[in-house]
């Protein structure tokens, strides 16, 4: 059985500043990791994700993620933030075999300017 | 451009009248997903089609039921909806990926959302 945890429910942070939105995860075989994006009303997004190979993955948008085995972990990062991305973000861990994800609780980035 | 469209965006329905969700997507992908997402909760696997084999979360009430007539369409029956089915049901897809099908991204529609009064 896989579980995520994120361990923040909502993050506030004013535009520019950098943000750690943290991910914590358990299975008793290897995983995939994901981070998608939900903005208000519609359906969720690829933000990034990691497979194998460079433990830190980077998105298009400036964010990225390092799987860190030993921690379980696969926090997200941004060194500056903007107003458009506040947003819900998903943490995800996807079985191999079956590709099933399994979400976080989920964390709300609220940017204000 | 290819996507998932889910109908309708939103629904309100009465208690124990039933309630059908669609979705379809022109990426011909081979497996097809619904989640079912209430406020401030994760996304929630209730089942999914691996081309036409269903597959059904052990945990899924019985009140839900799915159809898939073809490769781009799938439906999401509720059959007497209570209270506690209000939600916000994201259909997804994703390709076989070979050996590795966790791989895939999935694709989600924009979701369907439910109020049940």
């Known amino acids: 059985a896989q579980s995520v945890t994120q361990l923040d429910s909502q993050v506030p942070v004013f535009e520019e500043a950098p943000v750690e939105l943290r991910c914590n995860y358990s299975s008793s075989v290897s995983v995939y990791l994901f981070w998608y994006v939900q903005y208000p009303n519609q359906g969720l997004q690829l933000l990034l994700k990691y497979l194998s190979g460079s433990t830190l993955v980077e998105s298009i948008n400036g964010f990225e993620a390092e799987f860190n085995k030993s921690q379980t972990s696969f926090h997200l990062r941004k060194p500056s933030v903007h107003i458009s991305d506040t947003a819900e973000y998903f943490c995800?861990?996807?079985?191999?075999?079956?590709?099933?994800?399994?979400f976080g609780q989920g964390t709300i980035l609220t940017v204000h300017p | 451009d290819a996507m998932v469209i889910q109908n309708p965006r939103y629904q309100v329905t009465q208690f124990g009248k039933p309630v059908t969700l669609s979705c379809s997507q022109t990426l011909n992908h081979n497996v097809m997903y619904w989640y079912q997402q209430k406020s401030s909760q994760a996304p929630k696997l209730l089942f999914h089609?691996?081309?036409?084999?269903?597959?059904n979360e052990a945990d899924t009430p019985d009140n839900f039921q799915s159809r898939r007539p073809n490769t781009s369409f799938c439906f999401l029956d509720i059959r007497s909806p209570g209270l506690g089915d209000a939600a916000m049901y994201l259909c997804a897809t994703g390709g076989r990926g070979g050996r590795t099908p966790g791989a895939n991204v999935l694709t989600f529609g924009a979701g369907s959302r439910l109020t049940v009064l």
């Open positions: 995800a861990v996807s079985d191999p075999s079956y590709g099933k994800l399994t």
């Open positions: 089609y691996y081309d036409k084999d269903f597959n």
